[in-house]
């Protein structure tokens, strides 16, 4: 490894995986989190680019079609070395992020060589190749005992002009084992045809897997004599491995990512920046497309003087009561910022509904005295009047500035004193927001509505409740329960799906079970 004059920083070669983040390798994910500045290539997925820290520059020098150079920083190879050499110089942590692994087909020695040259330390890390993840999620095994003992790797195009190379392909005929070969969508008929004079059959089994291990993936299965003519009528082109033998006769039975009950719909998710990525996490699990859009923005309250006067007299209240986990988080956030813990409830009891209320309180160290098995405020304060006599009782309710009033409206007509505090409110998306939302509900399978503001600001954002009719009718409709549903439902909306209990789980498995029931005529189907 070569060592960097003066500055001691260093330039990171990182193999940013086939696609989905969560096959970015442990050494990857670390180095991305400390990056100051990624160059990254054209066919890395932005949930991977999403890893690196909001603040780090990060910039597209990918080569893109007809571009003629690299990626928005243009200039091509020579540009995308010179950059990474003097960004180190300048006392940057550099990550060089490569589709796949950067040591197959990725320009790896010409870029490790100006490294060295330029006397500028470097690191390489491996990541999963688009090879190996294409064949696991479309179900080929690379090697089978009883039918391919080898595996070659090909490339469909000479470096020189793009051609196909020839010779190479049929001299690989003859091996036998399993091909794989990349960048061959643009002369597949010709990689074909090079395959059969190379002495290969025409009816041997071929599979193109374009977009490996993203919703986006889809498969094809042909032979040799006819994949270029189906490749074309299914639409598929690059990014693509195409893998060619008789290993390809097992994917029926070795399939598992496009079976899975989400795989392919892209779901919108309208809940906010911060509270999003568990969602969408469970989402790709199950095969699904995230699409990201927040329709809502939790900020603090206007007047923060209440929180901060209940904080410091936490501990005369007989109870407090949480409706969710934002409230969670918010008062817990005004309490450390007071120089306080978990210790400030004393002798209080803990009143909560939900189990993501009852998960946020636990991650304070904090335990819900009282859960009700209904997830509604009737029905905790119920629960709460049950044990407690409601005269001498003195309630804190910390929640958003906008919420429903049953709550404290039952507690206080049974004689309780209940303060109300807004820890936080809810506001909805600027116009360049709302121009997103109405771009990503248009292209989405499925909207996911997890609160009663998600509901209303959307209705907003598509222009009125007949618009918003309008463009959902085709869609399938989501809420994460009861309460969201009923919101939708007051604003004209049609429900298709409603969680058996208000968290993001619920919400993703009643939607599995739905598509579950209507397969397998979904997008993105394997083709």
């Not at 479309?138 to 190379?165: E, F, K, M, W, Y």
């Not at 410091?312 to 309490?335: D, E």
């Not at 939708?488 to 208000?502: K, M, N, Q, S, W």
Request: proline share 6%.
């Amino acid at each position: 490894m070569a060592e960097v004059s003066g500055s001691g920083s260093k330039v990171y070669v990182v193999g940013a995986g086939p696609g989905d983040p969560g096959l970015v390798t442990l050494r990857g994910l670390e180095i991305l989190g400390r990056a100051d500045v990624v160059l990254y290539d054209a066919l890395v997925d932005p949930a991977v680019l999403g890893l690196a820290p909001e603040a780090a520059v990060k910039i597209d020098v990918g080569k893109h079609p007809g571009s003629g150079g690299a990626g928005t920083a243009g200039g091509g190879q020579d540009a995308i070395n010179a950059r990474m050499i003097d960004e180190a110089r300048g006392g940057r942590t550099v990550v060089r992020l490569k589709a796949g692994d950067p040591t197959l087909f990725a320009r790896y020695f010409e870029e490790i060589a100006a490294l060295e040259r330029a006397g500028v330390a470097f690191e390489v890390v491996p990541g999963i190749s688009s090879v190996a993840a294409a064949a696991a999620y479309a179900g080929i095994p690379l090697t089978q005992r009883d039918c391919s003992s080898s595996v070659l790797l090909l490339t469909g195009h000479a470096a020189a002009d793009g051609s196909p190379p020839v010779e190479e392909l049929r001299r690989a005929a003859l091996l036998g084992g399993t091909l794989a070969i990349l960048m061959g969508m643009r002369h597949l008929d010709e990689v074909a045809r090079a395959l059969v004079e190379g002495g290969l059959e025409g009816d041997t089994p071929v599979a193109v897997v374009q977009w490996a291990s993203r919703p986006e993936q889809a498969t094809l299965v042909s032979t040799l004599a006819a994949v270029g003519r189906d490749a074309a009528s299914a639409g598929l082109s690059s990014p693509a491995v195409v893998f060619v033998g008789p290993v390809v006769g097992l994917r029926e039975s070795l399939r598992w990512f496009d079976r899975l009950p989400l795989f392919g719909r892209r779901v919108l998710v309208l809940r906010a920046a911060e509270q999003s990525g568990r969602l969408a996490e469970l989402l790709r699990d199950h095969g699904a497309l995230p699409i990201e859009v927040p329709a809502i923005r939790v900020i603090p309250p206007e007047d923060e003087e209440p929180v901060r006067r209940a904080v410091r007299n936490l501990g005369t209240y007989g109870v407090v009561v949480f409706t969710s986990a934002n409230a969670v988080r918010w008062l817990m956030k005004a309490v450390q910022e007071e120089g306080g813990d978990s210790r400030r409830f004393g002798q209080t009891e803990i009143c909560a509904i939900g189990p993501a209320t009852v998960e946020a309180l636990a991650s304070y160290g904090l335990h819900a005295d009282v859960v009700p098995a209904e997830h509604d405020g009737e029905a905790l304060a119920r629960a709460i009047l049950e044990a407690r006599p409601p005269g001498v009782l003195r309630v804190l309710l910390p929640r958003a500035r906008d919420a429903r009033e049953e709550l404290p409206r039952i507690l206080r007509e049974a004689g309780a004193s209940v303060d109300v505090v807004a820890v936080y409110r809810t506001v909805a998306p600027d116009e360049e927001g709302n121009e997103a939302l109405r771009a990503a509900a248009a292209r989405a399978d499925v909207v996911t509505l997890s609160s009663g503001s998600t509901v209303t600001n959307l209705v907003a954002a598509l222009g009125s409740p007949d618009q918003a009719r309008a463009i959902l009718e085709a869609r399938t409709v989501a809420s994460i329960g009861k309460v969201t549903t009923e919101a939708a439902l007051r604003a004209g909306l049609r429900v298709d799906v409603t969680a058996a209990v208000p968290t993001i789980a619920s919400l993703v498995t009643a939607l599995s079970s739905h598509f579950t029931k209507n397969r397998p005529t979904g997008p993105g189907r394997t083709r």
